[in-house]
């Protein structure tokens, strides 16, 4: 046997797992290749080759590109034996590799070049298919390349950053049998990129939520080699199983990878997904919100910390009326004809409120009363108007200790001498600072004036840009 495969027997118990520990095969007359789906500690797949009596291996971490412009990492690993062809089955915990293993495509290959730091070859199997180059960039990290065009001539990369499509404020159509009707979730919108086994959750103004929510990233090893793009929210439910904002508020402003795992064990976070905008090499956003939502039904999408609701077809009056009664927060109508328009406001989309609540610049804060004398007692607000930062009214009330902490711990580093509000003046007192921090308030209504009357704070929210923050009716 090649003493290719000392590195691979040394790192395994052969009393322990079903791996093969190899044998000498005649070779067979085409040389063979399989890939592995490998659910160990990270999801990934393996490459293995054929040649001179074991299979050269690679991890990919990123599984394999289906087109030139998506170059791909391939982590060099020990060699296996020719058994591991037919390798399928479960590695135990303890042993290296652990976890389950499956056959995703296997075939034959023809090489043009087999070196030491270099391999090109054509591929025949039934999903990798194709020319491509394998190539050493330094010690064990490789690159896989494809070098022919896409075998779906309309394949399309996917989308590194996309902007969310935005609803109008109003109320029901008159015609709702042609609009679709969702409940509104009272959380963040967050954006989901899958890529072969590998999840990034970007908030609306592009914000980064991936380490967050480490519950919602496990939907990766569900997903498997799918590429895939949803929108969606950020959701904490509360004990009536209402979503909370509130409650969310726990999860988002933590320091810690270790504060996150604590937190997630009493608060955990549910991605909400209400729309599919990529699908395995097309985008979706063309097709009609109906055909959308047919497709993301079919993903199944039902976990511990996902799931897809159920829309529905032109009962918008019922579902309002039931949300009402439930305390929450609204619904959401959608043209069932409509195309998803990425970063538009568009009359396509139409959230019907329940309850009035507002995205809010804070441009200060007036000091507190009692125990909380020299600390925040309230936050002075404004919207963009035209531009210009215009003030919209005091917020007093809806704070936690913990939410005081919080938004001290915010604004300290802002402070600035002058007012950053233009037109009405701000209260006397106000410690004015740089409008760099976005909160959600709840209302009773707008006062003539136009501030908030009876306005509650319920939480900072750092997936919006405060220029973004303008008045929304209800």
Sequence with gaps: ????????????????????????????????????????????WDLRLEHEGTLRSWALP???????????????????????????????????????????????????????????????????????????????????????????????????????????????????????????????????????????????????FTARYPEVRELARELGARRIILDGEIVAFDDAGRPSFERLQSR???????????????????????????????????????????????????GPAWRAPAYHRGEGGALLAATKELGIEGIVAKRLDGTYEPGRRSSGWVKIKNICEQDVVIGGWAPGEGRRSGHVGALVTGLYEDGRLAYAGKVGTGFTDRTLAILERELKPLSRDSSPFEGRAA???????????????????????????????KGLRDDIDPQDCTREGG
């Design 1 to 44: 046997m090649p003493e290719r495969l000392d590195a691979y027997r040394k790192k395994r118990d052969f009393d322990k797992t079903s791996e093969p520990k190899g044998r000498q095969d005649a070779r067979a007359e085409a040389a063979r290749f399989v890939v592995q789906e490998h659910h160990a500690r990270r999801l990934h």
């Design 62 to 208: 990123r599984g394999v590109p289906e087109h030139p412009d998506e170059n791909r990492l391939a982590v060099h690993t020990e060699d296996h034996p020719l058994e591991y062809l037919e390798f399928e089955g479960q590695i135990p915990k303890g042993e290296y590799g652990a976890g389950t293993m499956k056959v995703w495509d296997r075939g034959t290959f023809a090489a043009e070049k087999f070196r030491e730091n270099e391999v090109i070859a054509t591929f025949s199997g039934e999903r990798l298919r194709g020319r491509y180059a394998l190539f050493q960039t330094r010690e064990q990290d490789w690159m896989i390349h494809r070098m022919d065009p896409p075998l779906d001539p309309g394949y399309e990369p996917m989308p590194q950053r996309l902007v969310p499509m935005l609803a109008r404020s109003g109320g029901l159509p008159g015609d709702e049998e042609g609009w679709g009707f969702e409940v509104k979730w009272d959380g963040i919108r967050t954006l989901l990129y899958c890529d072969h086994g590998h999840v990034e959750l970007q908030g609306r103004n592009g914000t980064d």
């Design 252 to 302: 988002m402003h933590l320091a810690s990878d270790s504060a996150v795992k604590r937190r997630m064990r009493d608060i955990p976070a549910t991605y909400v997904a209400f729309d599919l905008l990529y699908l395995d090499g097309r985008s979706t956003m063309a097709l009609a919100y109906a055909d959308r939502r047919d497709l993301l039904d079919a993903l199944g999408l039902e």
């Design 427 to 457: 209260p006397k007192g106000t410690i004015f600072v740089e409008p760099r921090l976005v909160a959600r308030v709840e209302l009773r209504e707008w006062t003539k004036s136009g501030t908030m009357r009876a306005p509650s704070f």
